[in-house]
Structures are given as structure tokens and as C-alpha cells.
């Protein structure tokens, strides 16, 4: 079984910032890809930002420029990086996760979700 725990979201000012983490946990043998997703009300989800498999990195064009992604293998934990953050950010923030397992089976993987509200 594995987890993708989130943490780090919350409500701040417009041209702030947040740090959000993703810790992934369990019968892990390798991540092949992880990532962030968001979805706003009334709106589809979107990827925000990701590692992919190959190890590079894709940005929402709306994101490029203020939020970093980064990631400490060690500790299988992905993080986001959000500054200038603007009211259009305020989402559901979800981590995404591809992983194999020890049984050498791949699935995808969702946490379950964190707020960021960005708002004077």
C-alpha cells in the first residue's frame, strides 16, 4: 500500500507565499514521476507542476516563473514552491504520484488534497 500525505496549504495574501510538501510512503520501489495538480471550483484538474519520468520538469504556463518544484529522493517527498501567488491560484492542490511497487506492479497515486485559498 502507499500514501501521499500533503501538507502545507492554507489561506494567504495576494503576492505571498506557500511551500507546499508531498511525502510518499509504503511499498514503494521506485517513483517514476510525481507531481501537483490543482482543481478550483467549477474547473477541470490541472497539472501545476511535475517531475517526469525522465527526471525534467513541466510547468502550467500560468505558473512559470513563480512556483518551483522540487524534490528530495531521500525522503520520497516532492515539493511546490508558490510565490506571487495571485487570487486565480485558489485551488485544491493535489499531489500525483507513479509509482512501482515492490510487487514490480505501477499505479498512479493521488493525496488527498489541500486548500490554498489566495485572498486580501
Known amino acids: 500500500q502507499v500514501q501521499l500525505v500533503e501538507s502545507g496549504g492554507g489561506l494567504v495574501q495576494p503576492g505571498g507565499s506557500l511551500r507546499l510538501s508531498c511525502a510518499a510512503s509504503g511499498s514503494i520501489f521506485s517513483i517514476n514521476a510525481m507531481g501537483w495538480y490543482r482543481q478550483a471550483p467549477g474547473k477541470q484538474r490541472e497539472l501545476v507542476a511535475t517531475?517526469?519520468?525522465?527526471?525534467?520538469?513541466n510547468y502550467a504556463d500560468s505558473v512559470k516563473g513563480r512556483f518551483t518544484i522540487s524534490r528530495d529522493n531521500a525522503k520520497n517527498t516532492v515539493y511546490l514552491q508558490m510565490n506571487s501567488l495571485k487570487p486565480e491560484d485558489t485551488a485544491v492542490y493535489y499531489c500525483n504520484a507513479d509509482i512501482s511497487t515492490y510487487s514490480r506492479k505501477t499505479f498512479d497515486f493521488w493525496g488527498q488534497g489541500t486548500q490554498v485559498t489566495v485572498s486580501s
Open positions: 517531475f517526469t519520468s525522465g527526471g525534467r520538469t
